[in-house]
């Protein structure tokens, strides 16, 4: 079957990982179902641009969020590039797609005053502190490394000699990691109370093991840095990757190069890494304004201009003039309430819904430094809903301040 051949190709010659193998199964599969619905044949090889794209506008319409819809899509344009070179089909269905716009989302990161806390609590927690939760801290926070690579460390992989550790990364592609000596010092500590013996020479095993000897889960890694995020902060996203973006982010901040931090990152291309360039903007405005010598105060703009980026998408009709202006002078008046947003994405949308006439809906995404704002309003006009997305922002932020002028 050709799904299960270009499967293969994945794991096999792709070498991509066993979670991007199954995501891209799901995908094949649902459309599969939806060309079946549509018209009586699952077969993929039968699909034609309008399927796609119908199956595209479903999926919006469904409320899967557009950077969701790209992976999908990305699966497919994969599965049709596959398909064209081992001469299944003549031509590639998703060609002619466009692909859905994703608004710009920074990495949500830590600021340094608070990994000093959250280190600070793993020391003095009550009782004796726990050495598996200082290491999966100092190995996030000191390596930047992603949660898969986490769970597959190896004892073999680590040299306390030379102070690295050898990650197997996306692709099964291998680089290796400097670790300093707080990290090297905590997988010492780790190893001479670890809940396993060590095994005998020539033989291998995961450096990390749960209480009762078997290898750590990814969901008792997540569990345990939520809980330690928890401690010191009141943020709500408290995953294993936040710490991955705040190596990056600090790293960067410190004067890194950004070639390095991308190898460091394991990441294909610089693209990915530039993201966390955009975190420290608002901090070299405020050095440069301080230190040149006719830096003056931070910029500002007159009252009639837009500091930050907004982006209006009207799914499935056109937006007027009018309306798009309405947007821009309500978003003005959020800018000037709070001068550290970044870029705003607003999303109109009509839900058709019998005869509710309060089908006009107005999503409403706000980054500001280290993090993403977000209200979703219905309402008769989108103006109306417009105007209460807005000041749902606006309570955000007015919550959001103490932490972001600490932030700065």
Same mark, same amino acid.
């Given at each position: 079957?050709?799904?299960?051949?270009?499967?293969?190709?994945?794991?096999?010659?792709?070498?991509?990982s066993?979670h991007t193998?199954?995501?891209?199964?799901?995908?094949?599969?649902?459309?599969?179902?939806?060309?079946?619905?549509?018209?009586?044949?699952?077969?993929?090889?039968?699909a034609d641009?309008?399927?796609?794209?119908?199956w595209?506008?479903?999926?919006?319409?469904?409320?899967?969020?557009?950077r969701?819809?790209?992976?999908?899509?990305?699966?497919?344009?994969?599965?049709?590039?596959?398909?064209?070179?081992v001469?299944?089909?003549?031509?590639?269905?998703?060609?002619?797609?466009?692909?859905?716009?994703?608004p710009?989302?920074?990495?949500?990161?830590?600021?340094?005053?608070?990994?000093?806390?959250?280190?600070?609590?793993?020391?003095?927690?009550?009782?004796k502190?726990?050495?598996?939760?200082?290491l999966?801290?100092?190995?996030?926070?000191?390596?930047?490394?992603?949660?898969?690579?986490?769970?597959?460390?190896?004892? !073999?992989?680590?040299?306390? =000699?030379?102070?690295?550790?050898?990650?197997?990364?996306k692709?099964?592609?291998?680089?290796?990691?400097?670790?300093?000596?707080?990290?090297?010092?905590?997988?010492?500590?780790?190893?001479?109370?670890?809940?396993?013996?060590?095994?005998?020479?020539?033989?291998?095993?995961?450096?990390?093991?749960?209480?009762?000897?078997?290898? +750590?889960?990814?969901?008792?890694?997540?569990?345990?840095?939520?809980?330690?995020?928890?401690?010191?902060?009141?943020?709500?996203k408290r995953?294993?990757?936040?710490?991955?973006?705040?190596?990056?982010?600090?790293?960067?901040?410190?004067g890194?190069?950004? !070639?390095?931090?991308?190898?460091?990152?394991?990441?294909?291309?610089?693209?990915?890494?530039?993201?966390?360039?955009?975190?420290?903007?608002?901090k070299?405005r405020?050095?440069?304004?301080?230190?040149?010598?006719?830096?003056?105060?931070?910029?500002r703009?007159?009252?009639?201009?837009?500091?930050?980026?907004? !982006?209006?998408?009207?799914? =499935?009709?056109?937006?007027?003039?009018?309306?798009?202006?309405?947007?821009?002078?309500?978003?003005?008046?959020?800018?000037?309430?709070?001068?550290?947003?970044?870029?705003?994405?607003?999303? +109109?949308?009509?839900?058709?819904?019998?005869? !509710?006439?309060?089908?006009?809906?107005v999503e409403?995404?706000?980054?500001?430094?280290?993090?993403?704002?977000?209200?979703?309003?219905?309402?008769?006009t989108?103006?109306?809903?417009?105007?209460?997305?807005?000041?749902?922002i606006?309570?955000?932020?007015?919550?959001?301040?103490?932490?972001?002028?600490?932030a700065?």
């Open positions: 079957m050709l799904t299960e051949r270009f499967l293969d190709h994945l794991a096999y010659e792709k070498r991509c066993p193998q199954a995501a891209y199964r799901r995908d094949l599969a649902q459309f599969g179902a939806y060309l079946d619905e549509l018209r009586g044949d699952p077969a993929l090889t039968s641009p309008r399927s796609v794209r119908g595209v506008m479903s999926l919006l319409d469904g409320g899967i969020s557009a969701s819809v790209n992976r999908k899509l990305s699966a497919l344009r994969a599965f049709y590039k596959f398909a064209r070179t001469g299944s089909v003549s031509e590639d269905p998703t060609d002619l797609i466009d692909p859905p716009k994703t710009a989302r920074l990495p949500e990161f830590i600021p340094e005053r608070e990994v000093e806390d959250v280190f600070a609590s793993a020391k003095e927690g009550p009782g502190p726990d050495p598996l939760e200082r999966v801290l100092e190995l996030f926070y000191g390596t930047g490394i992603r949660l898969a690579e986490l769970v597959g460390l190896e004892l !073999n992989a680590v040299d306390l =000699h030379r102070r690295t550790i050898r990650v197997l990364g692709r099964n592609k291998e680089r290796i990691i400097p670790i300093g000596e707080g990290l090297s010092d905590a997988i010492g500590f780790y190893l001479s109370v670890r809940p396993a013996p060590m095994p005998a020479f020539g033989q291998n095993e995961p450096l990390l093991l749960g209480s009762t000897g078997k290898p +750590l889960a990814r969901r008792t890694v997540q569990r345990l840095v939520a809980r330690a995020l928890g401690r010191v902060t009141t943020r709500t995953s294993p990757h936040v710490l991955r973006h705040t190596f990056a982010t600090h790293m960067l901040e410190h890194a190069d950004l !070639n390095a931090v991308k190898e460091l990152l394991g990441h294909a291309g610089l693209a990915a890494t530039q993201v966390y360039t955009h975190n420290t903007v608002e070299l405020k050095v440069h304004a301080q230190a040149h010598p006719r830096g003056g105060t931070p910029p703009t007159t009252k009639d201009t837009l500091i930050m980026n907004v !982006n209006v998408h009207s799914i =499935h009709f056109d937006a007027d003039n009018k309306l798009v202006g309405f947007i821009h002078e309500r978003l003005r008046k959020l800018d000037q309430f709070h001068d550290r947003i970044l870029s705003g994405e607003v999303f +109109l949308r009509l839900e058709h819904d019998g005869e !509710n006439r309060e089908n006009k809906v409403l995404k706000m980054l500001v430094p280290g993090r993403e704002l977000f209200a979703k309003r219905q309402s008769k989108f103006e109306e809903a417009t105007d209460q997305a807005a000041e749902a606006r309570r955000q932020l007015e919550r959001a301040k103490p932490r972001l002028n600490k700065s």
